[in-house]
């Protein structure tokens, strides 16, 4: 079992960076951002912040940094992968970072508008009612 494991879905906020080492190693840098929304009295929803994440995609599996880098900003995108954390040191400060280490990225679409859902499941419970109705004639 797994401890160390972690799902994000957010959107692309950058352009994604692709590097090959001399030893012929690859890996792509993404940064992803997750908007946290909080709901108006009116039923909208209005965005609060928004968290940053930086992600290394390796090599393998399948090529995963290779997959990663054809990504475009904007979409939207779930990584599983594992949490690591470093150190550096920027204009004399010590920094401490959470890194995430992408398994897998893969792009997905966004959900409907909700509006638009709403509709399909009361025509997909019309549709229910109308097959029970006929079944029972």
């Not at 939207?76 to 897998?104: C, D, F, P």
């Not at 893969?106 to 909700?114: A, F, G, S, V």
Request: contains cysteine; proline residues 2%.
């Amino acid at each position: 079992m797994e401890k160390n494991r972690v799902t994000l879905k957010g959107n692309l906020g950058s352009k994604p960076e692709y590097f090959e080492k001399e030893n012929g190693t690859s890996y792509t840098r993404l940064n992803i951002a997750i908007n946290n929304y909080k709901k108006n009295d009116d039923g909208s929803y209005e965005t609060t912040s928004t968290d940053w994440f930086n992600v290394t995609c390796f090599g393998k599996p399948s090529n995963l940094a290779a997959r990663a880098s054809i990504l475009e900003v904007g979409d939207l995108i779930r990584i599983q992968g594992r949490l690591t954390t470093s150190k550096y040191e920027k204009n004399s400060i010590e920094i401490n970072a959470i890194n995430i280490i992408a398994t897998e990225v893969e792009k997905i679409e966004p959900l409907r508008d909700h509006k638009i859902s709403k509709a399909v499941n009361h025509l997909s419970k019309a549709i229910d009612i109308g097959m029970e109705t006929e079944a029972n004639v």
